[in-house]
């Protein structure tokens, strides 16, 4: 953190005490600003309806095609932390234990061991920040990116046909976060399979063959974990809709908040808006509730691999040294950390797919086509000549959608009271109205 981040310092000084100003702040990166991501995101989408044609393209493609380079970046420096944590927690922490246990210590030799213990824990921690920084940056552009494109695509819609405004709302502001954790916490998915691999032949080294039980637990908590993910990703999907419906409610209370206010219908509109929140509370806690199991195992799964490890080594007649213990336990901590990382990881994956999902369905939409033809005769602001005028046709469920809210509304100015009641003294009124119509 001071390596990378003690700049920062001042500026947080002066923002606890209110009084940074435009001037204190840094000019940031052009490539940072929504600009240029959202140019490059416009290129590669055109490439891809091109490629797989409307219907097969995939904006999450587009996606990960956008960060792939800083990805890769980021991928080799997490090596390179992975690599230091691994000698430093199995390799080095074994040899220190060896060398107290001799009789004749080599002074050299513990110098040597101290010096390279530090200089790889480090190397670890310098490398961990930067993939974090890179992530961070990277998550920034593409998040800002994706705004700055869905923004202007909604500035040429032709209609918004089944999307309401809250909808709208929804997708600026939770699906562009879903696309940054993604570029923070994606590439976290290698962690496990490089910390194994290594992990097992040397505890298999220490240990022999019984090393193999305490991997095969790693291993059968891997299933778990991608289960728990899915669960996550489903629940979700479901929180998504329910969000949106709640989101679509408050707008509309806010447009009629007079006419509420009016006929004094707060505590019915209220008690309908909690239901919904109460539905959509049920949902972010059954995620938050799988979530939090599947990190509560983390911690779980390296002691309950030690002690098998040890138990079958020895009952099978085996001795267990200090240095071997301790050597596979550093072994199974580290990894736990790829362990650790896993959840978010999985969890970003599939939030970020929904997400991307959806930002499509907005992409696909029609836009307006704009006519720049200057009248013929300049002292004309607009000239029309054999035109036809029509409307859009919605397709069935925008139809739906909007049918039910205005007929919402037209009960609600009718009856003049909140909604349930009045319905059938309305129709009275009607069939009587048409009575006098037909005498008169």
């Known amino acids: 953190a001071n390596i990378y981040v003690r700049w920062m310092d001042p500026l947080v000084w002066k923002a606890t005490k209110g009084k940074i100003?435009?001037?204190?702040?840094?000019?940031?990166?052009?490539?940072?600003?929504?600009d240029a991501p959202s140019k490059r995101l416009h290129d590669l989408w055109e490439e891809e309806v091109k490629k797989k044609g409307i219907m097969k393209?995939?904006?999450?493609?587009?996606?990960?095609?956008?960060?792939?380079?800083r990805w890769i970046v980021s991928t080799l420096v997490l090596l390179l932390s992975l690599m230091c944590s691994f000698t430093s927690a199995a390799v080095i922490v074994r040899q220190l234990l060896e060398y107290t246990e001799t009789t004749h210590p080599d002074f050299r030799i513990g110098i040597a061991l101290v010096l390279g213990m530090f200089f790889t824990e480090l190397v670890r921690v310098c490398t961990i920040n930067l993939v974090y920084i890179l992530n961070y940056r990277t998550g920034i552009r593409l998040m800002?990116?994706?705004?700055?494109?869905?923004?202007?695509?909604?500035?040429?819609?032709?209609?918004?046909?089944?999307?309401?405004?809250g909808e709208l709302v929804n997708l600026l502001s939770n699906d562009g976060m879903r696309l940054f954790e993604?570029?923070?916490?994606?590439?976290m998915v290698v962690n496990t399979p490089i910390l194994f691999i290594p992990g097992t032949v040397y505890t298999c080294f220490i240990l022999g063959p019984w090393a193999l039980v305490g991997v095969a637990t790693f291993v059968l908590f891997l299933p778990v974990q991608s289960f728990l993910g899915k669960v996550v990703a489903k629940v979700r999907r479901k929180c998504i809709s329910i969000t949106d419906e709640?989101?679509?409610?408050?707008?509309?209370?806010?447009?009629?908040?007079?006419?509420?206010?009016?006929?004094?219908?707060e505590k019915p509109f209220s008690k309908k808006i909690g239901e919904v929140r109460k539905r959509e509370k049920?949902?972010?806690?059954?995620?938050?509730?799988?979530?939090?199991?599947?990190?509560?195992?983390?911690?779980?799964?390296?002691?309950?691999?030690a002690v098998l490890c040890f138990t079958g080594h020895t009952l099978s007649g085996n001795n267990l040294t200090p240095a071997q213990a301790f050597a596979v336990v550093s072994v199974f901590n580290s990894l736990r950390y790829g362990l650790a990382l896993l959840p978010n990881a999985v969890r970003a994956w599939g939030e970020?797919?929904?997400?991307?999902?959806?930002?499509?369905?907005?992409?696909?939409?029609?836009?307006?086509?704009?006519?720049?033809?200057?009248?013929?005769?300049?002292?004309?602001?607009?000239?029309?000549?054999?035109?036809t005028f029509g409307w859009d046709?919605?397709?069935?469920?925008g139809e739906k959608k909007r049918k039910a809210e205005g007929a919402e509304k037209k009960q609600k100015g009718r009856r003049g009271g909140p909604p349930g009641k009045g319905v059938k003294k309305d129709k009275e009124g009607d069939k009587q109205g048409e009575e006098d119509e037909k005498n008169k």
């Not at 700055?148 to 089944?162: N, W």
């Not at 993604?182 to 590439?187: D, E, K, R």
């Not at 199991?293 to 779980?300: E, T």
């Not at 959806?358 to 607009?382: C, F, G, W, Y």
Request: aromatic residues 6%; positive net charge; glycine residues 4%.
């Open 144 to 165: 800002g990116g994706t705004l700055a494109l869905v923004f202007e695509k909604i500035l040429h819609l032709r209609s918004l046909k089944d999307k309401s405004v």
């Open 393 to 397: 046709v919605l397709d069935i469920k």
């Open 21 to 34: 100003q435009a001037s204190d702040l840094f000019e940031p990166s052009p490539n940072d600003s929504a």
């Open 57 to 69: 393209a995939s904006y999450f493609r587009v996606v990960l095609r956008s960060i792939r380079t």
């Open 282 to 305: 049920t949902k972010l806690e059954s995620a938050g509730f799988v979530q939090a199991m599947s990190i509560a195992f983390n911690p779980a799964v390296p002691v309950i691999a």
């Open 246 to 265: 709640r989101v679509r409610m408050m707008s509309e209370l806010l447009t009629s908040i007079k006419l509420i206010k009016m006929y004094a219908w």
């Open 182 to 187: 993604l570029s923070t916490f994606g590439i």
């Open 352 to 387: 970020s797919g929904v997400a991307a999902k959806r930002i499509k369905s907005l992409l696909v939409m029609e836009e307006l086509q704009q006519h720049t033809e200057k009248p013929a005769d300049r002292s004309n602001a607009v000239e029309i000549k054999a035109a």
